[in-house]
């Protein structure tokens, strides 16, 4: 552990809701990179338009990463499958700079 290589790919993404105004960004959203810098295990947190960024990602073709997101008084919308048996986890897929971008209703 880690798996796979350390890569120069940027996981980039915005962290939303939908509101009667369309998309809105979360702003000061926790984002937890599972396998993101030299290091693994980086965190961040959302800027005012929601966008979060990590630059290195450990990669292996084929092989998602686990990314967390959550804010409190958020959670996931209906349908997102839980991972870990928590909410906020979401599996994701770097093949090069990857967009992620993810959406959380208010509880």
Partial sequence: FP???LSDYTLTGVVFEV???GQT???GAGVYCELCGALTHSGAHTDANG???FTG???TPGVSIP???GKVGYTDPPGIPSLFNETGWRQVMVK???RFDVQLVRK
Wanted: charged share 5%; hydrophobic share 50%; proline share 10%.
């Fill in 51 to 53: 966008f979060y960024s």
């Fill in 57 to 59: 990602v450990w990669t």
């Fill in 96 to 98: 090069g700079d990857t």
């Fill in 67 to 69: 990314v967390w997101f």
């Fill in 19 to 21: 509101t009667a105004a």
């Fill in 25 to 27: 960004p979360i702003v």
């Fill in 3 to 5: 798996p796979g290589v």
